[in-house]
């Protein structure tokens, strides 16, 4: 098993741009969180599905976020536009029920 | 509500010398807890759950529901541990389960 795929690993991008950031969750796990971590803040919860239907998105900063997930093998955090507060690394995380999360390595984004 | 709180932001030891990391919670339901582990520009790792009552690294955690807290211990820190650490909840609502983190601590081992 690959674990938590997420894509691209680091993303600069100017402000005003869109920023697209991709999730592949493991095979068979009907959890999917997104987490933005930033030095200040630390780890936020930004929005979680449940078999692909969005259950929490109280997380998500603002009407600029926007996050999807078509089928059980896919997820996308969109921002769209880009602000330099937006720059985090963020976490994509999957689990099975009544299993731990399992996360991917990040997205680090910039944005200037 | 659901909530984790770690005390520390910040926890420095000398090597060789015992750790413990503080984490509370609370949480109206039967709780589960686990520590994940951060080492430098990394991904979260589990680290260990309560349930499973074992060992990784030499870190030990015991769940105590008398005052509510799932502290990490470690008798001899190395300096490999140096990492952040976060102290998370699964808790279950209607729509079913979520994870509630602390703010974390970051561990510095020094030499």
């Known amino acids: 098993d690959a674990g938590v795929i997420q894509s691209p690993r680091h993303e600069v991008t100017e402000m005003g741009q869109e920023v697209t950031l991709r999730c592949k969750p493991i095979?068979?796990?009907?959890?999917l969180f997104w987490y933005r971590q930033t030095m200040m803040r630390g780890l936020e919860l930004l929005i979680y599905f449940n078999n692909n239907v969005p259950i929490d998105d109280s997380g998500m900063p603002e009407d600029r976020f926007s996050a999807k997930m078509p089928n059980a093998s896919f997820s996308t955090l969109k921002i769209q536009p880009s602000e330099p507060r937006d720059s985090a690394v963020y976490f994509c995380a999957s689990s099975p029920t009544g299993s731990p999360l399992h996360f991917g390595n990040g997205t680090r984004l910039t944005v200037t | 509500a659901q909530r984790v709180t770690q005390p520390e932001k910040l926890l420095s030891v000398f090597k060789g010398a015992p750790v413990e990391l503080k984490c509370n919670y609370s949480?109206?339901?039967?709780?589960?807890l686990f520590w994940y582990v951060q080492y430098s520009r990394q991904r979260l790792q589990l680290l260990l759950r309560?349930?499973s009552r074992e060992s990784i690294k030499g870190f030990t955690a015991d769940l105590n529901k008398g005052e509510t807290s799932f502290h990490l211990k470690k008798p001899f820190a190395q300096e490999e541990d140096s990492a952040m650490y976060y102290c998370?909840?699964?808790?279950?609502?209607?729509?079913?389960?979520?994870?509630?983190f602390g703010p974390g601590t970051r561990l510095s081992v020094l030499p």
């Open positions: 095979s068979g796990h009907d959890y």
């Open positions: 949480y109206s339901g039967s709780p589960e």
């Open positions: 998370a909840l699964r808790a279950f609502d209607n729509y079913g389960q979520n994870f509630v």
């Open positions: 309560h349930i």
